[in-house]
């Protein structure tokens, strides 16, 4: 590493897209978007192109623009832009993850590719390291997501030994639901001082207790001011507060999956609470009928009036 690296640490936003009715990307809501996150939500990092911003579906080009724009304009008011890099081609990988240390990215994160998958742990850290090797000064994180990817691999067996080949290797975003392996991680991630963030965010509590180091998830872009209290009440031994908000926020993620609470109606909800535009969400994902929104986005206001 060629620079001192900060801690990723606390609440992390996974951004949305933001894009005009036509479906192209539109750069000029990603300023106001910034200060709504700081302002609105005290969330200072966020998870650029990632399954909330619907990188995968987005073309090169315009997931550069997009981390370009959000490192351009978060310099000097968010804490850390973490550029989500992961593609199917490892040469796409390679070129975002040059884009991203080019325009001042505070760090890289990549998903395992999901079609042609790796077969075991050795060989998604060889990918993973083919990747780093591309922008060897930026932080590289191993986000594990495998309802999305399809990979099962033990995040915990990709961990091991990867220090040894990534140099510039800094943690896990762990959207799993395993806590067995997350456990594992936060174990080996200690001596190394790596962050492992999580990614269930109506279960974070769990993760907390384990040790995790914070979180990164779509949630937090309209709650986080609240889960952001939950993490003071557990950081002061204030179990009994930190609970009651877990399970008022499980209470809110219920109602919202009851109703359908795919990543295109968690964009239409976050335009409903914040006042953003961010237009529809792209094919295959289908727009959300605006009154499912608008019943999601009150249960959320409710929530956040009484806290």
Known sequence: MSRSVKKLTGLVAATFTPLTAEGEVNLSAIGPYIDYLIEKQNVKSVFVNGTTGEGCSLTVDERKQLAAAWCQHGKGKLEQVVVHVGCMS??????????????????????????????????????????????????????????????????????????????SFQGVKYSGADLRDLGQCVCYCQSLNWSVLYGIDEQLLGALVLGVHGAVGSTYNYLGHIVNQMLSAFDNGNLIQSRALQFEFMDVIAFAKNLGFDVAVNKQVMSEVSGLVLGPPRLPLLPCPVSKAQAIAQKIKDFSQRH
């Open 90 to 167: 490892i040469k796409d990988s390679q070129e975002l993850a040059r884009h991203a240390a080019s325009i001042g990215a505070d760090a890289i994160a990549v998903i395992s590719p999901s079609f042609f998958k790796p077969i075991n742990a050795e060989a998604l850290r060889l990918f993973i390291k083919e990747v780093s090797d591309s922008a060897p000064g930026l932080p590289m994180y191993y986000y594990h997501i495998p309802s999305m990817t399809g990979v099962e691999l033990e995040a915990a067996d990709v961990l091991n030994g990867i220090e040894q080949m990534i140099p």
